[in-house]
């Protein structure tokens, strides 16, 4: 189970650091990624990393200003987002990639689980 939290209402240009929780796994991650959608649109790749090597990927609208990390003793993946926009108005997800085929993907079919999702709003 994946347990995102840390979302909230943030003004133009601050910061927020999402945090994606796994308990009770019963299945090895080889990648986790965060992946958001705003209302009328669909989700969205936002960022990656993989657990071994903790090589990350980022979508071009946020390479730059948000950052993916991990805590291995925590088993959490962390996303620290800064300089928000508007446009950063989504509900985020954090999923798990169990594949090693897979790892690293930017495609939503890649990942097998997923969060419950935690609500960002940057007011302008």
């Known amino acids: 189970q994946l347990q995102a939290s840390g979302g909230g209402l943030v003004q133009v240009g601050g910061s927020l650091r999402l945090s994606c929780a796994a308990s009770?796994?019963?299945?090895?991650?080889?990648?986790t990624g965060w992946f958001r959608q705003a209302p009328g649109k669909e989700r969205e790749f936002v960022a990656t990393i993989t657990w071994r090597g903790g090589r990350t990927d980022y979508s071009d609208s946020v390479k730059g200003r948000f950052i993916i990390s991990t805590d291995n003793a925590k088993d959490t993946v962390y996303l620290q987002m800064n300089s928000l926009k508007p446009e950063d108005t989504a509900v985020y997800y954090c999923a798990a990639d169990t594949s090693p085929w897979t790892m690293g993907s930017t495609g939503t079919s890649a990942y097998d689980y997923w969060g419950q999702g935690t609500q960002v709003t940057v007011s302008s």
């Open positions: 009770g796994r019963t299945f090895s991650t080889y990648a």
